[in-house]
């Protein structure tokens, strides 16, 4: 079956240091990829995926995310990262079985916490 | 700009209650969702919904069953409500075709007492 991994349960880390949020899938073949942020009492909202082609992504608010098919990972990093980053982080895959309807499976969560 | 409204923020219920969590969209969407998300579990997929009265199980069906009689509505029901359902309920949507992007709304906290 379809798994997504997310090593990291908490990670905090400081205003303006760099970032990378782990994500590993278990998949037969390559699926959709997707990392989802949620502020606190939000919905989630997605910050970018990867279907295909380049495998680097770049997403909103300055996030990115690499793909690398020899690893089945798919880690979210930012450069910089800002108080406002502060929230619980969703790597998600989607299967590929019956058609793509936006079904996904998603990982447990990493929760970010930014020290000033 | 897109919206999924969940009908309610916060709920608390009693044990053996029927319970409705509403779920509109404004976007026309085809498809439609029903996660739990439990603290250290992350997001669970309940139910789906393809189209108008289609309805699919998810991972934890069990103990819900959902209602989609229109379009932009999708109902998620607690037939007999557990202590063991207290959780956040998300509902997103998507368009069929669309590059599968989820859009969700901003969750029901229920709490059955």
């Known amino acids: 079956a379809q798994s997504v991994t997310q090593p990291d349960i908490h990670i905090t880390v400081s205003e303006g240091a760099s970032l990378e949020l782990r994500c590993n899938y278990s998949?037969?073949?390559?699926?959709?990829l997707f990392w989802y942020v949620q502020s606190p009492g939000q919905g989630l909202q997605l910050l970018l995926k990867?279907?295909?082609?380049?495998?680097l992504v770049q997403g909103i608010k300055g996030f990115e995310a690499e793909f690398k098919r020899s690893q089945s990972s798919f880690n979210l990093r930012k450069p910089s990262v800002h108080w406002s980053d502060a929230a619980e982080y969703f790597c998600?895959?989607?299967?590929?079985?019956?058609?793509?309807?936006?079904?996904?499976?998603f990982g447990k969560g990493t929760k970010l916490s930014v020290k000033p | 700009d897109v919206k999924v409204t969940q009908s309610s923020r916060y709920l608390v219920k009693r044990t053996g209650e029927k319970v409705f969590l509403e779920c509109v969209q404004d976007m026309d969407h085809e498809n439609m969702f029903w996660y739990r998300q439990d603290p250290g579990l992350g997001l669970r997929l309940i139910y789906f919904?393809?189209?108008?009265?289609?309805?699919e199980k998810g991972d934890i069906p069990e103990g819900y069953s959902v209602s989609r009689e229109k379009k932009e509505r999708f109902s998620l029901i607690l037939e007999s409500a557990s202590t063991n359902q207290t959780s956040m309920y998300l509902c997103a949507s998507s368009l069929d075709g669309g590059d599968e992007k989820l859009f969700f709304g901003s969750g029901t906290q229920l709490s059955v007492l």
């Open positions: 990867y279907f295909s082609g380049d495998t």
């Open positions: 919904s393809y189209d108008v009265k289609m309805k």
């Open positions: 998949y037969g073949a390559t699926p959709y």
């Open positions: 998600a895959v989607e299967p590929l079985y019956g058609g793509s309807q936006g079904n996904l499976i």
